[in-house]
């Protein structure tokens, strides 16, 4: 997930938060509380940082086999 698509997502939440405090007696408020979006949106906020570290952890580990590879070149990838 990009940076902007979770901007998206994040704003669509807090949307739907709103929307549901402004319905206030309305009978979604029964089957979704305001505690579970922010739930939600914890949730993804944490998926979005574990994406980031794993993208991170592919990028070091790929560049440190590129580097092995460069200084020895009889080493394989």
């Known amino acids: 997930m990009s940076s902007s698509e979770h901007e998206i997502l994040t704003l669509a ?9 402004r319905l206030g007696q309305s009978s979604l ?6 505690q579970t979006l922010v739930r939600a949106l914890r949730v993804v906020e944490m998926q979005e940082i574990h ?4 993208a991170e952890e592919v990028a070091e580990a790929e ?4 580097l092995a590879s460069a200084t020895n070149p009889h080493r394989s990838a």
Request: proline letters at 4%.
């Open 51 to 54: 994406d980031q570290q794993v």
């Open 29 to 34: 408020v029964g089957y979704l509380d305001p």
């Open 63 to 66: 560049g440190d086999g590129a």
């Open 13 to 21: 939440i807090d949307m739907a938060f709103v929307a549901i405090i």
